[in-house]
């Protein structure tokens, strides 16, 4: 007879060992495996990291190779390139005798049409989109007549320089200079990708030109470090906790914006004084990237501010981004991970076109002294 606090016979299995407590060492082994997985998802991810770092090491100014070295500008476009099918079938790069974006050489304008010079960046250039695609060429019609000066990778600093020696010696009735919020931060820099380039500063009441005759090549290794440096997660975490113990709770914008601020305001005052001189209407444009469909880039606020206080139009074309549904908006952008991804489709470009062209004619402002950039526009 069974002792009176024994379990049923049915309650353990026949043959089956009664169960003992759980041992330690199985939660050790079970905490090993979690921690060998975060590490081996760190090594991947780091791993991962440096692979995309040395891929923009090598890959050099932003685009297919159609640039030479410039002792002044530090890179600028090959006189005479024809690349087919540059970034997929379709899209077609040539650069100009002169070295703009386009095939034909300059010729005299007549006819009573005016010139409209394009100064930028890649997203004023067209990368990614054909010739005949990019948002300065659309503008060209039987009474204007356009010449693209964007220039890949340039900093504010540097379009400004190149306008101030191609450009403004040209005749011409309108300048065009449109940046994004980043050609801001360039200006800081003294290469990107790895690649030297100019940088400006303030003397007295001037802008001089450092750091010229650029240097023809930073040797590889450092161009190496430098590039890999500036795209290493653990590079600006590091910078992060640097800039916490040595100092008061700066944020890393308002450092930015202390150190470039005042240097691009001289830099925006230049083009609007050396247009001036050269007979031409100065038109400023900010031109959004893709995350700013939903937020403000670093320096769209610093750029309405300062342009408000100098009382120059700014076309700022973030709140027309804004007015598209979120599929449309984005169909503005290449998609990221395609050749020239992030930058103005053929659709984007076409947007950004209809959206300046009332500015280029000196037609249709508003009463607050903004283009109809600031509400809703189709995308063409």
């Known amino acids: 007879m069974p002792a009176p606090d024994a379990p049923p016979a049915s309650a353990a299995p026949t043959g089956a060992a009664p169960r003992g407590p759980r041992r330690p060492g199985r939660l050790v082994a079970g905490l090993l495996i979690a921690g060998l997985a975060a590490l081996l998802f760190l090594v991947l991810e780091g791993g991962a990291g440096v ?44 650069i100009s ?11 005299p304008v007549s006819g009573g049409r005016q010139r409209v010079l394009c100064v930028g960046d890649s997203f004023t250039f067209g990368e990614g989109v054909d010739d005949d695609d990019v948002w300065c060429n659309l503008l060209a019609n039987d009474s204007l007549h356009t010449l693209n000066l964007g220039q890949p990778g340039y900093g504010v600093d540097q379009a400004f320089l190149r306008y101030r020696r191609d450009g403004a010696g040209l005749p011409h009735d309108v300048v065009v200079f449109a940046f994004i919020g980043g050609d801001l931060t360039r200006m800081g820099r003294s290469s990107h990708h790895g690649y030297a380039k100019p940088v ?31 795209h290493l997660r653990t590079v600006e975490l590091a910078g992060r906790l640097l800039r916490r113990l040595t100092g008061p709770a700066v944020s890393h914008v308002d450092r930015e914006h202390r150190r470039v601020a005042p240097l691009a305001t001289r830099v925006l005052v230049a083009v609007h004084d050396l247009a001036n001189v050269a007979g031409a209407t100065p038109v400023f444009v900010y031109l959004p990237i893709r995350a700013e469909m939903v937020r403000d880039g670093l320096w769209r606020s610093w750029v309405r501010t300062t342009m408000d206080s100098l009382g120059y139009p700014l076309v700022d074309l973030t709140d027309s981004l804004r007015g598209f549904p979120a ?19 053929r659709r984007g470009n076409a947007w950004v076109a209809d959206v300046l062209r009332p500015w280029v004619r000196g037609a249709e402002i508003g009463p607050d002294g903004r283009s109809v950039a600031d509400s809703p526009s189709g995308p063409g």
């Not at 070295?69 to 899209?91: F, R």
């Not at 290449?334 to 991804?341: K, Q, R, V």
């Open 51 to 94: 692979l995309l770092a040395v891929y923009e090491a090598a890959r050099g100014p932003d685009g297919p190779t159609h640039t030479r070295y410039d002792a002044l500008l530090g890179w600028v476009n090959a006189p005479g390139v024809s690349l087919q099918n540059a970034w997929g079938p379709g899209n077609n790069l040539h």
């Open 97 to 107: 005798p002169e070295g703009f974006r386009g095939s034909g050489p300059e010729t």
């Open 200 to 230: 400006l500063a303030v003397e007295g009441d001037s802008l001089v030109v450092r750091g010229v005759p650029v240097p023809r090549v930073i040797p590889r290794l450092n161009r190496f470090v430098i590039d890999v440096s500036e």
């Open 327 to 345: 599929t449309l908006a984005a169909d503005l952008f290449i998609p990221e991970g395609a050749p020239a991804g992030g930058h103005y489709s």
